[in-house]
């Protein structure tokens, strides 16, 4: 059995590599995946696992050119395609975005296309700290940022420039499936800290006045306060509400679990999702 997987995020990946810059696959060319899918027609077997969002943001944008493509690549390669991720949200204005996502579904398996949903189906958060944070890429201010040494990052989050920047970059930035908005995280963990910031059991909207770049402000000195090494929790990363995730879950071609699997173990490990899945959707329900 053979395959192949990919993310294509374009260039402003929110999951670049680890310099900063988009993963090849972000930026690879339309011929390049066809070809991959015909090696897999020709041979008869595999399958294929992607994310095919080119505008940088798979949760909230549906751009008909990408699942097209998607679809071209099941056409070409005549071979099952699992696609990352659906996910049923509880932001306002997406409560009912998964629906589209599972017609489409519906609609590919119609036409003969076997496109599976890999479906985000457990109550789960990243925990992380400023330290090794590099999952707001898709800015890039929070790219730049990342990157470097805790003296170096430090240095770059006191700077009001950056600050600035990273306010430009508001409407780009990808948190949806990510922390959910910066005002809502909360602060988890704290080293022994020698500062006036009052930070313990503390939300990062609420540690000194409103406005846009105040949240935003407040976390990073809130992490410079304990050397980047405060451990910050984000909300779930998916719907916690269990009619809209046993939508998912009762469909034919989802595949219920935790995205694709290995990816982010550094700041979340959804290996508990048997017992999760007992758990908040059979027993709690």
């Given at each position: 059995m ?42 008869g077997?595999?399958f294929?696992?992607m ?5 940088g943001?798979?949760l ?18 005549g ?16 409560e ?19 496109i599976?949903?890999?479906?985000v ?6 925990q ?13 201010a ?10 170096e ?16 970059d ?12 910066i005002?809502?995280?909360i ?28 949240h ?12 980047l ?12 509400d ?27 490990t ?6 999760h ?9």
């Amino acid at each position: 059995m053979m395959g192949w997987s990919c993310q294509r995020f374009g260039k402003n990946s929110m999951q670049a590599d680890y310099d900063g810059t988009p993963m090849p696959t972000d930026v690879m060319p339309d011929e390049t995946l066809l070809a991959l899918a015909d090696v897999l027609a020709d041979r008869g077997e595999g399958f294929i696992e992607m994310i095919n969002a080119t505008t940088g943001e798979p949760l909230k944008t549906n751009d008909p050119k990408d699942s097209k493509f998607v679809e071209e690549i099941a056409r070409r390669s005549g071979r099952p395609v699992l696609y990352n991720a659906i996910i049923a949200m509880d932001a306002p204005g997406y409560e009912t975005a998964h629906h589209a996502a599972l017609k489409w579904l519906d609609e590919c398996f119609a036409d003969g296309k076997r496109i599976y949903g890999q479906a985000v189906t457990v109550r789960a958060a990243y925990q992380f700290t400023l330290e090794h944070w590099n999952l707001y890429d898709s800015s890039p201010a929070w790219n730049e940022l990342d990157a470097g040494s805790i003296a170096e990052r430090i240095d770059k989050m006191r700077s009001a420039d950056m600050r600035g920047r990273q306010i430009a970059d508001e409407e780009i930035l990808v948190t949806t499936g990510v922390s959910g908005p910066i005002s809502g995280l909360i602060v988890q963990e704290t080293p022994i800290i020698r500062s006036s910031h009052t930070i313990a059991d503390a939300r990062s909207a609420d540690c000194g006045g409103g406005g846009q770049a105040s949240h935003r402000g407040h976390a990073l000195d809130i992490g410079i306060a304990g050397s980047l090494k405060v451990l910050f929790r984000t909300n779930e990363l998916s719907s916690t509400d269990t009619k809209k995730v046993g939508e998912l879950v009762r469909n034919q071609h989802i595949m219920p679990g935790i995205s694709d699997g290995s990816a982010h173990t550094k700041f979340f490990t959804g290996g508990f999702t048997t017992r999760h899945d007992h758990l908040a959707g059979a027993r709690d329900r």
